[in-house]
């Protein structure tokens, strides 16, 4: 199957272009045990995809919570945690190729704070496959947040816009945006809750991206 109608490819990034798990975790583990939390009973996979404010909210309650995105934000930057990450093997490629092919617009839609999404970009030597990066600010989090922000923004044709996404938050919020989604199976998302969601279609590595739609 080829997908031939679309100009903009919106990539999520944690668990669809780099595999942020073991820094995500690490932050996550110490930020709780700062409020008295054991993190080792917690599936914290469930907490890559969502905004943090949600999480801690869930996890540590709303009158913790501000305080605990805020430590979130200093542990991350303080170690190091992008480096602590591995891109997904062929996901090079299929940026080089969408990117040489000439016929689309490349941008990151993420719910992770922007800043980090910019430094791990940079780390990973990824920032010139991209030409929007849009993640977690005070005014957007939600994965459909976030996506009306770039299309508003820049003043895209959603019909023409494709999300490639690894979890139930990517694929529904691009559905409440009005944007076709793709879900790939080799992040943290289950395959059984992706089906679910009804993407447009379903690949199980990068790869299969590239003959979507290259």
Not at 30 to 36: D, E, I, K, P
Not at 56 to 75: D, F, I, M, N, S
Not at 132 to 154: C, H, I, M, P, W
């Amino acid at each position: 199957m080829k997908l031939t109608r679309y100009k903009y490819i919106i990539f999520d990034f944690d668990g669809t272009v780099n595999n942020t798990s073991a820094g995500i975790y690490a932050t996550f583990t110490q930020v709780l045990a700062h409020f008295g939390v054991d993190a080792s009973q917690i599936d914290l996979s469930r907490h890559i995809g969502p905004p943090l404010a949600d999480s801690y909210t869930r996890l540590l309650g709303k009158e913790r919570c501000q305080e605990a995105v805020e430590l979130h934000k200093k542990v991350f930057a303080e170690t190091n945690a992008a480096q602590n990450s591995f891109l997904y093997d062929g996901i090079t490629d299929v940026l080089s190729a969408l990117k040489n092919s000439g016929k689309y617009v490349l941008a990151i839609a993420s719910s992770k704070y922007e800043p980090h999404v910019v430094e791990s970009l940079k780390y990973h030597k990824l920032t010139s496959y991209f030409d929007y990066v849009y993640g977690q600010t005070a005014r957007r989090g939600f994965k459909k947040d976030v996506l009306e922000q770039l299309v508003s923004d820049n003043g895209w044709d959603k019909t023409r816009c494709l999300m490639i996404g690894d979890t139930l938050h990517d694929v529904e919020g691009a559905r409440e945006c009005g944007i076709d989604a793709v879900a790939v199976t080799y992040g943290f998302g289950t395959e059984e809750e992706l089906r679910k969601a009804r993407p447009v279609a379903i690949v199980n590595s990068p790869r299969e991206i590239t003959e979507l739609l290259v």
